[in-house]
Each structure stands twice: as structure tokens, then as C-alpha cells.
């Protein structure tokens, strides 16, 4: 069993040597480094063991932090983490996949293995580590649900943030018994956020979100403030959620908005009724103000230039 955490209920350093020596003890020899024109990482650790498991609370400065080859192989270890995001972000690096974590998203990695995170601006994650034996789940699905972004603001995912935060939070100790009863309890806990996030209702969820996106777009194709960032504020979630969200789609969000402006004024073009209407004027009612743009991205769009639309 690889060690977890062996500090008080909360350390603060303020320096960045006692932040590298206690990050190492505590995360199996994980090393901060700054990030180019950062000042030197600090940070602080909060954390309580739950038997074989260990949940933490960390945040600090904007800092890289790497897990060796040569730290792998000199302590290969078992344990699998959880990182919730919970403000800032967090980039996780691992076997040529890279995840980013914005606030309520939470990935799985293995510890086991090299990796790195990049951690922006004011971050705080909530962390867990287990055993892949305590998950109970096949490891060959656990390394396929790997180097994914899972919820953590509804569904199990969110129960997961709470539960590993309050524990943290929680003054004293539990005993042994009680504290092994908890850890089982977070084990599940990931095991149904996983599970959760592979299964029919989670994909018909995002059909049904992505289908609400695709309405939201159509009727607001006039307002030129519309945007892949827009979208996102107004549906409560991250943007890089949003994209994820058309990852597998023909078109991306700003790929949609342009399709769709560009349909709405091919629809103008061939109405009889607004022949009157010059093609720039049709162009800007759908957010096209540049007309030789508009001209070039119609020609790339349909194979034909706009007044051909009008036959």
C-alpha cells in the first residue's frame, strides 16, 4: 500500500521548500514546480484517513506538478486518484491524454504512473485516493473511464465532492472502525459516478441538453452577442463543458452558430418576398457585417457564391 498523507489536520507553507518536502510525503513523491513567470508553488493540505483510503483538500499558487518516471518505478504503488475541482483548474497529463478540469468537474487517474498536472489560478481540489481493488469495478473498464471529465455538480459526481469535503472539514478523528466503514463509503461512491457516467440515461441526458443547445442557438441567431461563451453562461456550465458536449458532432458550438446564421440568410436569399433586400443587409441581419467574410465563408459553405441563391 503506497502512503497517503502523514501531516496535521491542515498545514499551510508559505515556502517553497516546506511545500515541496510535504506535498512529496504526502502524494508518494509528487514535486511542484512554477509555472513560467509564477513566483516559486506554495500551498496547503487538509486530510483524513478513511482505512486503506485518504481524502484530502489542497490548494495553492499557480504550479506544475509532476510524478516521475523514476518516482513510478522506485514506488509503483496501487492507489487511483480522484480530483475534484472546486476553483481554479486543473490540467491532468497521463499516458498521452490530456484532461482539463474547470470548477464542479472531477477526472480519475492512476498514480502508478507518470503524470503531471498544471494547476491555474486560485485552485483548491478535493482529492481521494484508493486502492483499485477497494473500487470493485473490472480494471479494464476502470483504465477506459480513465483520462475522461465526469460531473461533479449533480448526480453521484456531486455526492462525491460533498462527501470527500465535509470529511476533510470534519474536526477529530473517527475510529478505526468507523473510519474503514467511511472509506468504503467513498469507494462506492466513485464506483457509482463512474458507472453513472456510462449509462443510457447519462447519454439520453446529453442528447436532451445538446438538443436544448441546438434550440437556444437557433433562436438566438439574430442577437450578435451570441458565442460559445454566451451559451455556456446561459446553460451553467464551463465552456470547455459545452464543448465536450459536441465533441462527436459534425460541427462544433461556433461551427453550429456559423451553419446556422449561414442557413438563416441563405433561407433570406431565396425568399421572394425580401428580393428587395440587398445581400449585405440580409448578411448583417444574422450577424454578418464583414460582406466580402460573409461572401468568402458562403462560397466555402455552399460551393457557390450568395447571389446565386437567388437564381
Keep these: 500500500m503506497a502512503r497517503l498523507l502523514q501531516l496535521p489536520v491542515t498545514a499551510t507553507f508559505d515556502a517553497a521548500e516546506p511545500w515541496r518536502v510535504n506535498l ?3 502524494f508518494q513523491d509528487l514535486v511542484p514546480q512554477a509555472v513560467d513567470g509564477e513566483p516559486a508553488p506554495r500551498g496547503s493540505l487538509s486530510g483524513a484517513r478513511l482505512g486503506p483510503v485518504g481524502v484530502f483538500t489542497v490548494s495553492g ?13 522506485r ?5 487511483i486518484k480522484v480530483c475534484v475541482q472546486l476553483s481554479g483548474r486543473a490540467t491532468v497529463q497521463q499516458d498521452g491524454h490530456e484532461v482539463a478540469l474547470d470548477p464542479g468537474e472531477l477526472a480519475v487517474y492512476d498514480t502508478g504512473r507518470p503524470y503531471q498536472i498544471r494547476l491555474d489560478g486560485a485552485w ?8 483499485r481493488d477497494a ?21 453521484p459526481g456531486s455526492v462525491l465532492s460533498h462527501f470527500v469535503v465535509s470529511t476533510v472539514a470534519e474536526p477529530g478523528h473517527p475510529g478505526a472502525a468507523a473510519a474503514a466503514k467511511l472509506g468504503e463509503a467513498g469507494s462506492t461512491l466513485l464506483a457509482g459516478t463512474l458507472l453513472d457516467d ?8 446529453a442528447d436532451d441538453m445538446r438538443a436544448h443547445v441546438i434550440g ?3 433562436a438566438h441567431l439574430s442577437d450578435p452577442g451570441l458565442s460559445r461563451s454566451s451559451i455556456a453562461v446561459a446553460h451553467h456550465m464551463s465552456a470547455r463543458t459545452l464543448d465536450r458536449l459536441f465533441a462527436d458532432q459534425p460541427w462544433s458550438v461556433s461551427g453550429l452558430i456559423r451553419h446556422e446564421r449561414l442557413e438563416a440568410v441563405r433561407r433570406d436569399l431565396e425568399d421572394p418576398s425580401l428580393r428587395h433586400r440587398g445581400v449585405a443587409a440580409l ?14 465563408l458562403f462560397r466555402q459553405h455552399y460551393g457557390y457564391p450568395p447571389s446565386a441563391s437567388r437564381g
Design 124 to 131: 483548491t481540489c478535493a482529492v481521494m485516493a484508493l486502492p
Design 24 to 26: 512529496g510525503a504526502a
Design 75 to 79: 514506488s509503483p504503488g496501487d492507489l
Design 198 to 205: 456510462g449509462d443510457l440515461a447519462h447519454a439520453d441526458a
Design 216 to 218: 437556444y442557438v437557433r
Design 135 to 155: 473500487i470493485g469495478l473490472p480494471a479494464s473498464d476502470l483504465d477506459r473511464w480513465m483520462h475522461r471529465v465526469y460531473p461533479a455538480t449533480h448526480g
Design 283 to 296: 448578411a448583417a441581419r444574422w450577424g454578418f457585417f464583414d460582406a466580402a467574410h460573409f461572401s468568402r
Design 61 to 73: 499558487t499557480p504550479q506544475i506538478v509532476r510524478r516521475t518516471t523514476s518516482a513510478a518505478r
